[in-house]
């Protein structure tokens, strides 16, 4: 069997609704549609949890965050953890990432065998939450409103110079691996960070949203007190009485956003562009580890089951393959799978420790029976929270907050909670016997709680005297690139062109 080559495009907090089959056609994406055009669209895609690090181990492994331990932003991802860069490598593919990818610890590769860039985030223990002290915000690092009240136009940010090296180096990488000096089937992950915020956008981007129509929700804020317990948390956490949003501040926000997705989408270009010249073949596989409220409800950012935090953007397109669209719910949790069964690569030693399943035969058809989990347990959490998703239905539970229950056939905009509605109460029942059965509750409460209070520690302690961070630290040979005498100039000249010469 001859193994595909495999390109992963990741970004960064995209929000799955504006993605309903492939991106909006408002939206100025003209390589995310020409993708989406060749692509298997699932237009119900979830994270299996809408924060950054948690989100990512879990698409990775193919395990849930109370398997993975990576509860929250400075969770620890175990080195002894298999992920899809693990499974790949070790049946020959060589293995590389550049870009983010939030790992938390002194492993910061986690199975891929090159590495090009650091990460955008710290990857030690600074960022823990602390659920013994429910309510206390920690300024420093949680998020705030001032990414919204801040919205604007930039021409060079953090991020952006971050995400300019992503794909720097991603297509210089592509050249390398088009110059064929590694016979090994390949796997690229190109991780960005945007459109994460702050919602800052250089103004060519910026202008092309002018006119658009969708700058403010949907769903137009609400009261505090018309909020769910878990949103008020949320609120609370984001430091919100701190600020007077207005809806300029909103619009530009939003306008921002859009505009990050178009600069996501030449970004995409140019790999694609060199995949092309290179006359490279490979699955390319686009996705997000999380969305983005945007304001839909007053709620910004992630953090919360509700579909603009929680659903995602995600195509595969297999060389040779036809698009469609795909309507049943599945989750990043498969993705792991999927990638070793289009390798052909073997996951059985593990599979009973996996939580995802491979979408292989979804692409070909076949129904998916499985629900889709979900489990949050960081910041603005003071205990678990726990969701299934199967058919038309979420339901969400949490020791602390009453049950929730959304038929999203009838109300997409999860407005009305069925829990409490007699009319509903053998598919509660259903759920609610289901969640029992995969969750204790109880005992993932008290591992959340001493996996942040060992770190907690640890953090203070080595903070103290010499510090040695864990982040990586790319390295560039310079003594074996470009021209050297250690090498035949002719030879290299040859080597490094392509196409060779005559």
């Not at 993708?35 to 990512?56: D, E, I, N």
């Not at 001032?146 to 050249?175: H, P």
């Not at 799978?337 to 035969?361: I, K, N, Q, R």
């Amino acid at each position: 069997m001859t193994r595909p080559n495999i390109l992963i495009v990741m970004v960064d907090q995209l929000n799955g609704t504006l993605f309903p089959d492939g991106p909006s056609d408002w939206l100025h994406a003209p390589n995310l549609s020409g993708l989406a055009a060749r692509s298997v669209r699932f237009r119900k895609a979830y994270t299996a949890s809408p924060l950054c690090a948690p989100g990512r181990a879990s698409f990775m492994s193919g395990q849930l965050p109370r398997r993975t331990g990576v509860y929250d932003n400075a969770a620890e991802f175990r080195s002894d953890i298999p992920t899809f860069a693990h499974h790949l490598r070790r049946a020959g593919y060589a293995t590389c990432l550049s870009g983010k990818m939030h790992f938390v610890g002194p492993d910061q590769l986690h199975g891929f065998e090159e590495r090009l860039t650091t990460d955008i985030y710290p990857a030690d223990f600074g960022w823990t939450p602390d659920y013994r002290k429910p309510g206390e915000r920690i300024d420093w690092w949680y998020h705030n409103m001032g990414s919204v009240t801040g919205a604007g136009v930039a021409e060079i940010t953090n991020q952006l110079e971050y995400d300019d090296e992503v794909a720097f180096q991603a297509v210089q990488k592509l050249y390398d691996l088009g110059r064929r000096r590694d016979d090994r089937p390949w796997c690229l992950t190109v991780s960005f960070t945007h459109p994460h915020d702050p919602y800052v956008a250089r103004r060519r981007y910026w202008d092309l949203y002018e006119d658009c129509a969708h700058l403010a929700p949907r769903v137009p804020a609400m009261a505090y007190a018309d909020h769910d317990p878990h949103a008020r948390r949320i609120f609370d956490a984001n430091d919100w009485r701190s600020y007077d949003l207005t809806g300029d501040d909103v619009a530009r926000s939003r306008r921002a956003y859009f505009a990050n997705i178009s600069y996501l989408d030449d970004k995409l270009g140019e790999i694609l562009q060199v995949l092309e010249a290179t006359r490279q073949e490979a699955v390319i596989v686009f996705v997000s580890d999380h969305g983005d409220m945007l304001g839909e409800r007053g709620l910004w950012f992630k953090m919360s089951f509700y579909e603009g935090s929680a659903r995602v953007p995600l195509m595969i397109a297999v060389p040779g393959g036809l698009g469609r669209g795909v309507d049943a719910p599945v989750s990043t949790l498969d993705l792991c799978p999927t990638l070793c069964d289009l390798a052909g690569v073997s996951m059985d030693e593990v599979m009973p420790w996996t939580d995802g399943e491979s979408l292989v035969p979804v692409m070909r058809g076949a129904e998916r029976e499985a629900p889709v989990a979900m489990e949050y347990a960081a910041e603005a959490s003071y205990a678990p929270l726990v969701c299934l998703r199967r058919g038309r239905w979420k339901y969400t539970a949490c020791a602390l907050d009453p049950e929730q229950l959304f038929d999203l056939g009838a109300d997409p905009d999860e407005l009305t909670n069925l829990a409490t509605d007699p009319a509903h109460a053998d598919t509660l029942a259903a759920f609610r016997a289901e969640a029992a059965a995969r969750w204790d509750l109880a005992a993932f409460d008290a591992e959340v709680r001493a996996s942040q209070a060992r770190r907690l520690v640890v953090y203070e302690a080595l903070r103290k005297g010499g510090y040695y961070p864990w982040d990586f630290q790319p390295l560039r040979a310079a003594s074996e690139r470009f021209m050297r005498n250690h090498m035949d100039l002719n030879v290299l000249e040859d080597s490094q062109r392509y196409p060779r010469g005559e």
